[in-house]
């Protein structure tokens, strides 16, 4: 039967109240609360990071601006080093062949005077005109010598040094205390105050036969 309702009965709905409608829009997701003011607040938020990503990308143009110009410094840096470096090689190359050919001027000098005291030979066989000749040609090679630095190590009657000297024999003698060079059997040099060659010399060692005897030969 279908239901009839009393038209004197009155029905009567619930109605919230705002405290209750504010809670339920707390209780909804951020997303379907539909609030204008988060909305401008999200926007705020994206020019603000916007903001930050192009400042970033700034300074990264600026980091990469640097970099290159370093690099390009760095290049023409080892660019100039290397041109330097052959420069003073070549320049090296150079005066070391000036001052050869220099020496060897010098040296041809002494090579016509060798010759002409030949020559004078043939004519005249004095030995005392041989003799001076052969003087006179070897303090020449001496002066050439000394022009370029090249200086005698004649280290006869001085104490051995075995940076300078090559002893070729020894022998012991009484009334020394260290070894000491007693012949040369051929003269050392110095270029520029360097050993160039070392002398080769005969040593003398102080004699141990005293040393053998207990208490040095005391009774």
Same mark, same amino acid.
């Given at each position: 039967?279908?239901?009839?309702?009393?038209?004197?009965?009155?029905?009567?709905?619930?109605?919230?109240?705002?405290?209750?409608?504010?809670?339920?829009?707390?209780?909804?997701?951020?997303?379907?609360?539909?609030?204008?003011?988060?909305?401008?607040?999200?926007?705020?938020?994206?020019?603000?990071?916007?903001?930050? &990503?192009?400042?970033?990308?700034? +300074?990264?143009? *600026?980091? %990469?601006?640097?970099?290159?110009?370093? =690099?390009?410094?760095? /290049?023409?840096?080892?660019?100039?080093?290397?041109?330097?470096?052959?420069?003073?090689?070549?320049?090296k190359e150079d005066y070391q062949r000036f001052v050869l050919g220099e020496f060897?001027?010098?040296?041809?000098?002494?090579?016509?005077?060798?010759?002409?005291?030949?020559?004078?030979?043939?004519?005249?066989?004095?030995?005392?005109?041989? &003799?001076?000749?052969?003087?006179? +040609?070897?303090? *020449?090679? %001496?002066?050439?010598?000394?022009?370029? =630095?090249?200086?005698? /190590?004649?280290?006869?009657?001085?104490?051995?040094?075995?940076?300078?000297?090559?002893?070729?024999?020894?022998?012991?003698?009484?009334?020394?205390?260290?070894?000491?060079?007693?012949?040369?059997?051929?003269?050392?040099?110095?270029?520029?105050?360097?050993?160039?060659?070392?002398?080769?010399?005969?040593?003398?060692?102080?004699?141990?036969?005293?040393?053998?005897?207990?208490?040095?030969? *005391?009774?």
């Amino acid at each position: 039967m279908p239901d009839h309702k009393d038209p004197d009965q009155i029905e009567i709905s619930y109605v919230p109240d705002e405290d209750e409608k504010a809670a339920e829009s707390e209780s909804l997701p951020k997303s379907r609360r539909g609030s204008g003011k988060g909305t401008a607040g999200l926007k705020q938020t994206i020019a603000e990071l916007e903001e930050k &990503i192009e400042k970033q990308k700034s +300074i990264m143009d *600026q980091v %990469r601006t640097e970099r290159d110009e370093f =690099q390009d410094k760095y /290049l023409r840096n080892l660019a100039e080093m290397d041109n330097f470096r052959k420069r003073v090689s070549k320049e090296k190359e150079d005066y070391q062949r000036f001052v050869l050919g220099e020496f060897l001027m010098g040296l041809l000098e002494i090579y016509d005077n060798f010759e002409r005291a030949l020559r004078a030979h043939t004519v005249d066989d004095s030995p005392k005109a041989i &003799i001076s000749g052969i003087q006179m +040609i070897f303090k *020449q090679l %001496r002066e050439l010598l000394r022009k370029y =630095q090249v200086e005698e /190590l004649d280290p006869h009657d001085r104490a051995f040094d075995p940076n300078y000297h090559q002893a070729l024999s020894r022998e012991e003698r009484e009334g020394i205390n260290d070894p000491m060079v007693v012949e040369v059997y051929q003269k050392g040099f110095l270029y520029n105050d360097k050993l160039l060659r070392p002398a080769l010399v005969r040593v003398a060692v102080p004699s141990r036969e005293e040393d053998d005897e207990p208490n040095g030969g *005391q009774a």
